[in-house]
């Protein structure tokens, strides 16, 4: 993963997986992430597709000048969801969701990142519903957007 030949099977595995993310990933326009918030970050599994997706030399390179990222001409819509309410208010420095899905996704060429946020799940039925309800409007709203500006 950090270059040089796989020493073993697990190694070998490791890198055809990351091999077949990374194709899937440049094969995309645009790349849709779902992202619950677990205990202000993102989830492990997620940690894990970025884990095998940046990798040196392939998805981003280092320069004289700092890192480049290599998977540019994409666009991302990146579906948060969250328990609580950090776009504002007290709760909003404890949010290692949302800033750092930008920085992955910045540091490999995706910059153009849209995140629809649906927060306050889990103030009761009523605000859970309504805040599902208000991320679907702004989601089709943007993708109509999108559309018409194609
Ligand atoms: C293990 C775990 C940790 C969570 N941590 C947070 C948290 O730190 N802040 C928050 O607002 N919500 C938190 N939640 C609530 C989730 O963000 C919320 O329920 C989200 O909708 C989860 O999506 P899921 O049901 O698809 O997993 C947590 C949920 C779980 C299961």
């Known amino acids: 993963m950090r270059g040089g030949e796989p020493a073993n099977a697990a190694q070998k595995a490791t890198q055809a997986l990351s091999d077949e993310l990374i194709a899937e990933l440049k094969a995309a326009d645009t790349i849709i992430i779902g992202a619950p918030m677990y205990n202000f970050g993102i989830a492990s599994t997620l940690k894990a597709w970025f884990d095998h997706v940046l990798r040196a030399g ?20 990146v579906i948060e969801t969250r328990g ?3 776009s504002e208010g007290p709760a909003q420095p404890f949010d290692s969701q949302e800033p750092h899905l930008r920085t992955l ?12 946020r649906a927060e306050k799940l889990a103030f009761g039925p009523e605000l859970r519903e ?21």
């Open 130 to 150: 309504q805040a599902i309800g208000n991320a679907q409007a702004v989601l089709e709203r943007h993708i109509e957007e999108r559309r018409r500006a194609a």
């Open 105 to 116: 996704l910045g540091f490999i060429g995706i910059t153009d990142v849209t995140f629809v």
């Open 58 to 77: 392939v998805t981003f390179r280092y320069t004289e000048t700092g890192p480049v990222g290599l998977v540019t001409g994409k666009r991302a819509i």
């Open 84 to 86: 609580g309410l950090y």
